[in-house]
């Protein structure tokens, strides 16, 4: 298949402050096997030497796009603000502290092709990797019952809805379902789980069975700043369980929802998050999913300040 004939894939590079990472990250770019690729590099007012390594990479790659943001936006208003200047038909939601290895996009795509038009996002393995480079573990750990967490393929709104399974940096998502959603949330401090939720009720996912990206990881990285004191994520959590509490069709999506509020609201009383833990229970109300636990923590956050 000749490069005009394969679809394109846009690459947005997200950067803030990962000038160490850099160059490793966006040689795995130039370093992919599949041809036919359009690269959106973004700077989200990094303040090291973050933009002087992109223009660099930029000034080589004449096909290359740089956006140099003026003021630090967060990640899905600076995801937006390339996506709608993109044109490919699939799009990588890039971090630069990752790394792809070189078969990413090319098997990323034969999936696509295999699992047919209804699938909105690929998703696969991933190698988890210190800040040196060197492997700590691999996402889903291979179990003499099959792979923990379970992935899931097809209809996954009610998986989405009650666990976290997908490595968010292996996503590879279609154009036409992100056009549907009308990108990011941009009230939001993070994207993925709102990403599954709204795509999953429209679109069917595919599970990739093998390793096709890096996930760094690094004590300034998103995934580091969950579940602790003043969790700077976890508003927007519970503003994504109340879409999904609207979108729910039946018991059981319904079922699942409370099985991922109780574990939201379970944490928050665990860091101290008191106000969210709330909130988080009178959700579970709404639900009519309370276990004799969580009349307990109920009592407990509404006496606590």
Known sequence: MSTVEQPL???IALCYNHARFLPQALDSLLNQTYPNLEVLLVDDASTDDSATILMRYAQAQPNWRLLLLPENVGNCRAFNSAFRQSMG????????DDVLLPHRVAHHITAFQEAGPQCGMVYSDAELIDEQ???VRRHFRRTAQGLFPR???GWVFADVLARYFISTPTMTMRRATLEEL????????????????RASRNWQFYFLDEVTTQKRLHPQSMSRKGYQPHDPYLNSTIHVCRKALAMCRNEAERTALAVRVRW?????VRWRNYSEARTLYTLLQELNHLTLFDRLLGLWVAIIK
Do not use: C, K, M, N
């Open 9 to 11: 894939v846009t690459i």
């Open 89 to 96: 038909e699939f799009v990588i939601d890039f971090a630069t």
């Open 133 to 135: 480079g060197h492997l």
């Open 151 to 153: 992935p899931a393929s």
């Open 182 to 197: 009308g990108g990011y949330d941009e009230a939001l401090a993070y994207e993925d789980f709102d990403f599954w939720v």
């Open 264 to 268: 939201e609201l379970r944490q928050a």
